[in-house]
């Protein structure tokens, strides 16, 4: 611990067990986060940068000048606050929390904290200082009424929403755009003299000049229009701007893969394991604009050997390059409808990181012993130079193996085998899955098919066959091993975390299934066992997909970490993703770390430490969590374009969701959803169950309950707020018996 005061020790520097590290980062390294960290917290009073300079022996300007930098980005990440004098002290973790700003249309939000626990409140007085994704330092002053933790900003780390895209209005002289991101409360003041020109009505593009404050609304100009909001391919302009999506090339970054060739070249494939022999494949969906994984199986005496060959993106995606800097900043890709935004330039993403069909391809090699019982004997990584023998889909793999298709099995008669070992190879993983209690959620998921104009002519369900499950199957068995692997390492690397229910989901849980005549074993902390004798139990049941729904709405959404919690969903005690480096910066990092041990580098000299893994998986959770919003904005708009022209048309539908101010209803064979709004329900006085997910009417015990099967007529389509509006046509039979026992029982 150290103890002396900065004036005692000025000139002295202290011995940084990062040293190593930072040296290889940069070229005039300066203290670790860590030593500053240790030193704040031994002289226990806020410091000035000159302080600590004293203390860590900086007496360069160019490095009192690192230092800044490296405090200001500290107190971005919410590891030290900087108090009104311009002197930094820690955050003390016990009375102060640091966390990303989540807002709500209706105008209050919550901190998501830094360190995972649950959200706390920020009530609208709080956040009219605050925009959605705003980080903030806060502090909990009591428990509101419903028992949520409440929290009062102590200081605004760092801004985020410096764009705003909406529709532009004027009102009694006064101009402001109401953001089309509905997280963001806000509206916009334009003066006159930043209008630029828009008209109102417009959809535009909004520079924040002034951030908000607790007095007034933020204060923007005009930057761009985009035009009418409903123009072909607007929906995903907008998404690009509302939710901040990288979407173009830095210049620094077009620099540096200008000159790449199409076909790799000869001096890169010096010094790796040539599989060019082995019948590798690839198996994606007809839609699939890039190849991560190649897959090939043999059988062995006491089993089989997989391979799963995954493009070598860090041969080509260097940290400290621009390249590197851009694709974490994007941290995944974004898969619009008819449109992707990339994680890498399609020169990589589309051309030399993608495993095309008979091309020569860098990867990285995860090659599996696997025994009878479907349990990991053996494995192994290297980087390899492999050759794509074919570019298959789920459709035709599964028309192979599954429906004996001869025409199919003619054309690729030289795969079949293999493809029928990998079939085999998979019927054992499942078993071993099903074993250890990981669980299979059979979601319905479907694609939209355009005509005209980009319109949506049809929306389809994407069947699931045991194509997909093969892949998917090996694919989690390759990213086992690679966690192994990292693990006896000892290297900082980033996991797939997936934490259990919550004491509070677990009592909403067994309620809900009491009623429903089904128990969850496991006591205070159930597995993922319990989970799956619960599935399993509820096969065939006529409410399965309701008490699916429910169990999987206990879990929390999994993040990336280098905390070894699990993986809950797939009952795995460590995970990590390995297999999409094109797509997921995550996966990059696992192959770097894949690369540093191969090469037998000591584990002092890794680009990474344990608290770039923690600020890199919480960034990485953050940007898959926005794509997801980003994506769902899109397919709600372009749902609603599709719906305008159904209104008062009758569907069948199934109830998807239960609020208190009535039910989301998704209308049968076009997967669509709507809102029943309680107001338009019969005329009584409807309870909300959250634990048993329905409406029941206090007067004719009439119940509306997720899963219940429904008539709607479409009533409304509101374009701009992405919601389709309901009435109810008839109830069922079923219902109405409820109703009917409910009525003899009182």
């Known amino acids: 611990m150290i103890k002396s005061a900065p004036t005692k020790v000025s000139g002295f520097r202290l011995e940084d067990p990062f040293a190593e590290r930072e040296a290889a980062k940069y070229e005039r390294p300066i203290p670790s986060r860590e030593l500053i960290l240790e030193v704040m917290k031994a002289q226990g009073v806020p410091l000035r940068v000159e302080d600590l300079a004293a203390i860590l022996g900086i007496e360069e300007e160019h490095d009192l000048e690192s230092l800044r930098r490296r405090l200001n980005a500290m107190e971005r990440d919410g590891q030290i606050l900087r108090n009104r004098r311009n002197h930094y002290c820690v955050v003390n973790r016990r009375d102060l929390i640091a966390g990303r700003v989540i807002g709500h249309p209706d105008g209050f939000g919550f901190l998501r904290p830094d360190d995972g626990g649950d959200d706390l409140f920020l009530s609208p007085k709080e956040m009219r200082a605050l925009m959605h994704d705003d980080r903030a330092v806060v502090c909990v002053r009591g428990v509101d009424r419903r028992g949520r933790r409440e929290a009062a900003v102590v200081e605004v780390l760092e801004r985020n929403t410096h764009h705003i895209v909406g529709r532009l209005y004027l009102e009694q ?51 761009e229009v985009l035009g009418d909001h409903m123009a072909p391919g ?64 043999e059988r062995t005496p006491k089993g089989w050997k997989l391979y799963v060959a995954i493009a070598d993106v860090s041969h080509y995606v260097r940290p400290g ?16 409808p008819d449109r992707v935004i990339p994680m890498l330039p399609e020169v990589l993403s589309n051309g030399l990181c993608s495993l095309n069909p008979e091309q020569d391809r860098l990867c990285m090699v995860c090659e599996m012993y696997i025994n009878t019982e479907g349990a990991i004997v053996r494995s192994r990584f290297y980087s390899g130079l ?24 003619k054309k690729y008669r030289a795969l079949v085998p293999h493809l029928e070992e990998l079939h085999a190879l998979y019927k054992v993983l499942r078993r071993a899955r099903e074993a250890r209690g990981a669980m299979d959620f059979d979601t319905q998921e479907s694609y939209i098919v355009f005509g005209e104009g980009k319109k949506i002519s049809q929306i389809l369900p994407r069947e699931r066959n045991d194509a997909h499950r093969l892949i998917e199957e090996c694919m989690i068995t390759a990213n086992i091993a690679a966690a192994r692997f990292l693990a006896r390492h000892k290297l900082p690397h980033v996991l797939r975390i997936h934490e259990g229910p919550t004491a509070e989901r677990l009592a909403d849980l067994r309620a809900f299934l009491g009623k429903v005549g089904l128990q969850l074993g496991g006591g205070d902390n159930p597995g993922p066992k319990d989970y799956f004798e619960v599935l399993d139990e509820i096969t065939g049941r006529p409410d399965e997909h309701l008490i699916q729904t429910v169990l999987l709405r206990s879990l929390p959404q999994a993040v990336y970490s280098p905390e070894k919690k699990g993986h ?48 890199i998986g919480e960034h990485c959770s953050y940007t898959e969590r926005r794509a997801d919003e980003a994506t769902r904005d899109v397919i709600a708009w372009l ?68 899963g219940d099967s429904v008539r709607v007529i479409v009533a409304r389509v509101n374009l701009d707020e992405r919601k389709i509006d309901l009435e109810l046509v008839k109830r069922t039979a079923s219902q109405a018996r409820r109703s009917r026992k409910k009525r003899r029982r009182l």
Not at 388 to 408: N, W
């Open 568 to 615: 809950f969903g797939l009952a795995l005690d460590a995970y990590t993703h390995f297999t999409s480096p094109i797509r997921r910066y995550p996966d990059l990092l696992v192959h770097r770390a894949i690369r540093h041990a191969l090469e037998n580098k000591k584990k002092e000299e890794f680009y990474y430490s344990h608290n770039d893994m923690v600020l």
């Open 639 to 706: 749902k609603c374009e599709y719906m305008l022209d159904k209104l008062g048309e009758e569907f069948d539908g199934v109830i998807s969701a239960v609020t208190p101010f009535g039910f989301f209803v998704e209308l049968k064979d076009i997967f669509v959803e709507g809102l029943v709004h309680v107001s338009t329900l019969d005329k009584d006085f409807f309870h909300y169950d959250p634990i048993g997910y329905r409406l029941e009417g206090q007067r004719s015990g009439v119940t509306y309950r997720l």
């Open 173 to 223: 002289g006064i101009s402001f755009v109401v953001p089309d991101n509905k997280h963001i409360a806000h509206d916009v003041l334009i003066p006159e003299e930043h209008r630029n020109g828009a008209l109102p009505g417009q959809i535009v593009v909004a520079e924040i000049i002034e951030q908000p404050t607790r007095q007034r609304d933020p204060i923007g100009r005009i930057k």
């Open 234 to 297: 607007m929906e995903i302009e907008v998404a690009i701007r509302s939710f901040d999506l990288p979407s173009e090339w830095p210049e620094a970054v077009l620099k540096e893969v200008t000159g790449l060739s199409t076909e790799v070249a000869e001096e890169d494939k010096a010094g790796r394991v040539d599989l060019r022999h082995l019948p590798l494949v690839t198996i994606d969906g007809e839609d699939a604009r890039d190849f991560d994984d190649a897959v090939y199986c």
């Open 321 to 336: 390059t621009a390249l590197d800097a851009e694709a974490r900043n994007r941290g995944n890709s974004v898969y619009f």
């Open 386 to 409: 492999m050759f794509s023998h074919a570019r298959l889909t789920y459709t035709e793999v599964a028309r192979m193996i599954v429906d004996g298709d001869k025409v199919l099995r």
